[in-house]
């Protein structure tokens, strides 16, 4: 029998949900509960997050993690990257672990990017000794050299992800927890990292890794295990869980509303985004689809546009627009803003779609804010097409009318309509 | 693609277990972490220097600033007495051991909500940050101290013997900022409005500890009372050994003993917060 790397017993995490965020609130509910008139909302409401997971890892294996949103992801991640204390059960690693939750976590944007890498180092475990004698290394596979010594608030999100993800990528513990991490950079930095990511794994590294990409998780992970409202509701061979999991349909859930962390070192993001108050969550495809998106800008970048694509659940791009051309494109100022997007009727046929949200700079290739595991997930129905009413569905990718035009073909024997008068 | 990896394997197995029951200090933990220590240190420094238009010059701009201020409404406009010690020096002294206690208070108090990002993202042994801020306090104070030696030599104060002693109040101011904030930052986290009453609170013990008048100046039948205050204790001891000021009563001897209860039970508390702190950041 081969040694576990990773084993999990029984872990499980309760979150109070509750009104006592306040000193004042709490006494008062106190006093309440003891004269023995306690309110409804007095009583703090448990919500489990994680229960009853078990299972264990051998050494050198690779876990990709899958389910929706809010299935406990991240909250198993924290727990066994120490972020967070279970409530119940126990967990143990075996070695040392090195947690990525996201990349450049504890960047400080006036501190130089030298400065950040030792920081970053550190924070993640390494010693100072190390971090000098790779620090070179570090440095020329972010592909920033010239700019070592400038602060990082001056750099493109593009370097300063390749920094962060180049600290990270020296990183090897024996345990690695990965979220959503693959997901940064152009696509030739990208390709950098998964073939580091490749090299560590076929090292003997176990690894654990959440990812929203299932392409990510076919090519990485030897087992992968889909959370469902916070319990294991498959762990196995890869394949086999990642099918199970896309031939549910309530993977996509619907969600009016996203918001997004505040990320103080990105000049321009998106804080949330919902359908247009009052709309559907099941969109009719007859009308006209609204977003509102809440954009924070905290310098201006000439040329970044705001855009928004809507995905399928096969995470194919089905449409793209974005806010160039728009009044805030071209006099971009500090501040919030709130942008409307109308996209047209008859965009898309019946089916779940994800909008996704992002800020991009032109010529730049890598964003300067985007989040590809937060989305609005809607449906689209068909309620009023002259399908619907013989209750067919409606096939193809896109239900936009065409035009068609009829004309007796040259050479009929009737007479042309055009000339039907004469 | 880099060669070599940083190696780190180990075959030591982690527990990770719900955070009830006793809970241990783990300060060996601590040492294990003091790389990171030291760069939170300097990231907050330098941070600071970075920022800020005066840069390193704030750190004695601010008590300059309050001592001037003090003088003008106490020395000037209501002429108060402060017996052997020139006003300047006795108000600047009053100032830096105050600021010592009530920066350290402040600043870990906030630290956690400050430092949510990294907490939500790594783990490290929390009392990391309570350290870096009580530190970066210290620091500030011991410019602070550059000056008050400054302002000394001008004005003749000679130091007294018990000079010697002086690191003791320093310390002690040390302890009693860290006992408050290690109280008040698990606190803050969980109710936000705490963070609203720190100033106030801070405020009210500054007007009870003779920052700006001399303790003789509360009247007799009080002064015992005056005491158990540990701020008074701590300014009037801190300028009695270093400028051979009136000594604190005997009966603040007995603070001590209450804030070192005060600190340990702080350290107890923030350990057994520190687990799900992030929970509700
Ligand atoms: N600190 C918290 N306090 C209360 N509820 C939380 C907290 N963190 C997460 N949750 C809730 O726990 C559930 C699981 O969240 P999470 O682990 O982030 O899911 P996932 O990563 O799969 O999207 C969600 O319903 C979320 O709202």
Redesign the interface.
Known sequence: MTEFAVEAENLGKR?LLGP?????G?IKSLARRALGRASESDARREFWALRDVSFQLERGEVLGIVGRNGAGKSTLL????????????????????G?L??VG??F?P??SGR?NV??NG???G???A?IAS?FD??VA?AEVESFIDT?VKHYSSGMYMRLAFSVA??????VMILDEVLAVGDASFQR?CL??MD?LTSEGRTAILVSHSMAAIRRHCSRAMWLDGGEIRAFGATEEVISAYLDTPSRLETSREVSYPLRTEAAMQVTAARLLPGAAVDHDLTEPLTFEIDLETRRPVPGAYVGLAIRDPSETIRYWTADIDSERFHNPVAGRQRLTVTCPPRLLTPGRYTAHFAVIAMGRPEPVFAMQERFIGFGVEDRGSFLASYGLLYPGMTAQESHWGAEPAPGDMQEPARTAHG | ???????????????????KGFVSLRLGEFWAYR??L???I??DM??RY??SFLGKAWVIVQPLTLMTLYYFIFGVILELKTGVVPFPVFLLGGVLIWQLVAASATNISYSMVSNA????????PRLLIPVSQSVAAVVDFAFGLLVLAGFMAVARVALPPQALLAPLFVVYAIVTGMALGLWLAP?NV?????GQAVPLVLQVFMYASPVFYSPTLVPEQWRSLYYLNPGAGIIQGFRWSLMGDVPPEPIAWVCPLLVAALFLSGLYFFRSRE??L??DL
């Open positions: 979150y006592s965020r306040e000193l004042g709490a924290k727990i066994l990257s120490r972020v967070t204390a279970p409530t119940t059960g126990v967990a143990r690693m075996r070695g040392r672990v947690s939750l996201e976590s504890g400080h006036d501190l400065e030792y920081l550190v924070t993640m390494l010693t100072r190390q790779h290394e570090i596979f602060p990528a020296h990183l090897v513990a024996d950098k073939g580091r090299g | 693609m880099p060669s070599a990896v940083v190696e780190s394997r180990s075959d030591e197995v982690v527990e990770i277990r719900p955070n790389d990171l030291r760069e939170m300097a990231r330098l941070a970075k920022q990002h990294l907490m939500n993202k790594v783990y490290f606190l969980k109710y936000r409005d705490i687990a799900e992030v929970d």
